[in-house]
């Protein structure tokens, strides 16, 4: 079954390009030409991936991304832009997106980061497939991508669940902020591993019964985080 992408673009050179590049590459593409546009898409339809342009009228990819994400559309971000500092990349990936690409690119290059966050992120490619997982507070389903308190649902993002499971299959050891933000999000040292205390800080809320005084995600001073409890 073809991975269905969304492309959301308002330089129609590009956005044509980008349609027929996927095309040939064997992903089902649909297009939108600004941000209004490709919000109503991606709240009427379910996708796979969406590419989308940071820089863009009616609303910017920022705007759109922090929307999807508020209304629990998890579907995986790339961003694109013309901008390269490291501000606008943390601020991307703060509100949800999964990767971020600088313009101009090769096409190469987005290849490879289109099947990297399909790997991280398709559903029915997590280990922890039909598994419910106990970790702290939560009862974690990792198939259906829920997580409940008792009999009431919290809400985890993507990137949220995708720590978890990182978090888990290593537990045996600590894992460093470099290794999650290159496992987790796809980027080496060039991001700052503040992000990754934010969200690790966002998740002990939602797990820890003290978030003052943490029993399931502990620090490792010196390198980084360790999910502890029962043998996963």
């Known amino acids: 079954m073809k991975h269905k992408i969304l492309v959301v673009e308002d330089e129609p050179a590009m956005r044509l390009g980008l349609q027929d590049n996927l095309e040939f590459e064997g992903y089902a593409v649909e297009c939108a030409a600004d941000g209004l546009a490709g919000l109503a898409a991606i709240q009427q339809q379910a996708y796979d991936l969406i590419i989308l342009d940071v820089m863009m009228p009616q609303m910017s990819g920022f705007e759109v991304c922090k929307r999807m994400r508020k209304e629990g559309i998890e579907t995986p971000v790339i961003l694109l832009t013309a901008k390269g500092e490291e501000i606008d990349k943390v601020l991307g990936l703060e509100l949800g997106a999964d990767d971020y690409i600088t313009k101009p690119f090769g096409l190469r290059e987005l290849l490879a980061r289109i099947k990297a966050v399909l790997r991280r992120t398709v559903k029915n490619d997590s280990s922890h497939e039909g598994q419910v997982m106990a970790i702290g507070r939560l009862n974690i389903d990792f198939a259906a991508y829920e997580a409940f308190e008792g009999q009431s649902?919290?809400?985890?993002?993507?990137?949220?669940?995708?720590?978890?499971?990182?978090?888990?299959?290593?537990?045996?050891?600590?894992?460093?902020?470099?290794?999650?933000?290159?496992e987790v999000w796809g980027y080496e040292a060039e991001l700052t591993t503040r992000t990754v205390d934010n969200f690790?800080?966002?998740?002990?809320?939602?797990?820890?019964?003290?978030?003052?005084?943490p029993k399931v995600i502990l620090t490792v001073h010196g390198v980084g985080y360790r999910l502890v409890g029962k043998k996963f």
């Open 200 to 213: 690790i800080a966002r998740l002990r809320q939602k797990v820890e019964w003290d978030v003052h005084q």
């Open 153 to 182: 649902a919290v809400k985890l993002s993507h990137k949220e669940f995708e720590i978890l499971k990182f978090l888990i299959d290593h537990h045996d050891r600590p894992v460093s902020r470099n290794e999650l933000l290159s």
